[in-house]
């Protein structure tokens, strides 16, 4: 059943909307020093070749800001700057050409320099997200819990925007607990009308944090709540962004390659993980529907996979290429890769000259 998403109101950042009826988006934020531009630029490539479709980045310090203009310049992907305590640096960022700040507008200082942020958003035709986290709830909001803390702070600088009369705004209240990260975005998505953020912040590691976040976030996006996501963990940003890709095609929220590879037993005649992690990574940027399969045997081979697209499979003859259950040869170990590889390319081909 396809799912429903809650409407939102549609905010421009650069080229990719957020909200109303566009796709969700993946997000995620370089590591590198920002004043590097060199290797914040070789980044920020990096990231949109692996899927990314906005990436935050951290303005710090006066030096930081002044390198956005050279990344705004060389990339294509909507860059977000992401602001705390000093708003003289938010300005300079929207002056910089960003698409998007990010900034907790309890840490910014008095409402007056929120104010100029927001009148310097307006002039440059920038979009602000409202980025709220359980952990720097200032301290009127701490009393009654979290949960009721991040709500009220959402609600009250939500009502300070509007009054302002700015509404290209997306907001986000995260928590660390999957719990409370489900229960403030069920409660913000039945109030307001603008597009929400998605995620468990401080999630953890690639391991623990994936499954933290697929947890929260595959509960949340299932009920139609979430128009852009992050996967917050402490690995490599490429692995945020395909971690945030596979959720939403688990969920049938984004087109894309399916990998099937059973699990690894005694009866296995090939490392199904060695290479089932190799096809994994060589899927990430493909966009059409597919399915792949890697399979350690004859037992889960072209038999219970059948109605993979093309696939791998153990035997004691060798490894076998198959295409909808069909074997089409037997190759080595050294050459299963490629050759699996080469099929699929060929698939791909095919499948986007039908497509126009």
Same mark, same amino acid.
């Given at each position: 059943? @396809?799912?429903?998403?809650?409407?939102?109101?549609?905010?421009?950042?650069?080229?990719?909307?957020?909200?109303?009826?566009?796709?969700?988006?993946?997000?995620?934020?370089?590591?590198?020093?920002?004043?590097?531009?060199?290797?914040?630029?070789?980044?920020?490539?990096?990231?949109?070749?692996?899927?990314?479709?906005?990436?935050?980045?951290?303005?710090?310090?006066?030096?930081?800001?002044?390198?956005?203009?050279?990344?705004?310049?060389?990339?294509?992907?909507?860059?977000?700057?992401?602001?705390?305590?000093?708003?003289?640096?938010?300005?300079?960022?929207?002056?910089?050409?960003?698409?998007?700040?990010?900034?907790?507008?309890?840490?910014?200082?008095?409402?007056?320099?929120?104010?100029?942020?927001?009148?310097?958003?307006?002039?440059?035709?920038?979009?602000?997200?409202?980025?709220?986290?359980?952990?720097?709830?200032?301290?009127?909001?701490?009393?009654?819990?979290?949960?009721?803390?991040?709500? #009220?702070?959402?609600?009250?600088?939500?009502?300070?925007?509007?009054?302002?009369?700015?509404?290209?705004?997306?907001?986000?209240? @995260?928590?660390?607990?999957?719990?409370?990260?489900?229960?403030?975005?069920?409660?913000?998505?039945?109030?307001?009308?603008?597009?929400?953020?998605?995620?468990?912040?401080?999630?953890?590691?690639?391991?623990?944090?994936?499954?933290?976040?697929?947890?929260?976030?595959?509960?949340?996006?299932?009920?139609?709540?979430?128009?852009?996501?992050?996967?917050?963990?402490?690995?490599?940003?490429?692995?945020?962004?395909?971690?945030?890709?596979?959720?939403?095609?688990?969920?049938?929220?984004?087109?894309?390659?399916?990998?099937?590879?059973?699990?690894?037993?005694?009866?296995?005649?090939?490392?199904?993980?060695?290479?089932?992690?190799?096809?994994?990574?060589?899927?990430?940027?493909?966009?059409?529907?597919?399915?792949?399969?890697?399979?350690?045997?004859?037992?889960?081979?072209?038999?219970?996979?059948?109605?993979?697209?093309?696939?791998?499979?153990?035997?004691?003859?060798?490894?076998?290429?198959?295409?909808?259950?069909?074997?089409?040869?037997?190759?080595?170990?050294?050459?299963?890769? #490629?050759?699996?590889?080469?099929?699929?390319?060929?698939?791909?081909?095919?499948?986007?000259?039908?497509?126009?």
């Amino acid at each position: 059943m @396809k799912i429903q998403r809650v409407p939102t109101r549609a905010v421009k950042v650069g080229g990719v909307t957020i909200g109303g009826s566009a796709p969700i988006s993946v997000q995620t934020m370089t590591n590198t020093p920002t004043e590097d531009v060199e290797a914040t630029r070789a980044q920020l490539k990096e990231l949109e070749q692996a899927g990314a479709e906005l990436v935050r980045v951290s303005v710090p310090t006066e030096a930081a800001a002044l390198a956005l203009p050279a990344l705004v310049a060389s990339v294509s992907i909507p860059i977000v700057a992401d602001i705390h305590f000093n708003w003289k640096l938010a300005i300079a960022s929207i002056e910089a050409g960003v698409a998007k700040i990010r900034i907790n507008p309890g840490t910014i200082g008095p409402k007056h320099a929120v104010r100029d942020i927001i009148t310097a958003a307006r002039d440059h035709g920038v979009a602000i997200r409202i980025g709220l986290n359980a952990a720097s709830l200032p301290r009127e909001y701490r009393a009654e819990g979290r949960t009721k803390g991040l709500l #009220d702070a959402a609600r009250a600088w939500v009502a300070f925007f509007e009054d302002l009369e700015f509404f290209d705004i997306v907001v986000s209240a @995260k928590a660390s607990s999957v719990t409370e990260t489900i229960e403030v975005y069920r409660a913000l998505a039945s109030e307001l009308s603008y597009p929400l953020h998605v995620g468990v912040t401080e999630a953890g590691t690639a391991f623990s944090g994936s499954i933290k976040s697929a947890v929260a976030l595959g509960v949340l996006l299932e009920e139609g709540i979430g128009d852009t996501i992050r996967v917050s963990l402490s690995a490599d940003p490429r692995l945020e962004v395909r971690a945030g890709i596979e959720i939403l095609k688990s969920l049938g929220l984004l087109e894309g390659p399916e990998l099937v590879s059973c699990p690894t037993c005694a009866r296995a005649e090939i490392d199904v993980i060695s290479l089932a992690e190799a096809v994994e990574s060589k899927l990430a940027a493909i966009r059409i529907p597919l399915t792949v399969a890697v399979m350690g045997c004859a037992v889960n081979g072209p038999g219970e996979a059948r109605e993979a697209d093309v696939g791998l499979a153990g035997s004691a003859r060798g490894i076998l290429l198959f295409k909808k259950g069909v074997i089409v040869r037997t190759v080595s170990p050294e050459e299963a890769l #490629d050759a699996l590889l080469a099929e699929i390319e060929t698939i791909v081909r095919e499948k986007e000259s039908q497509a126009e």
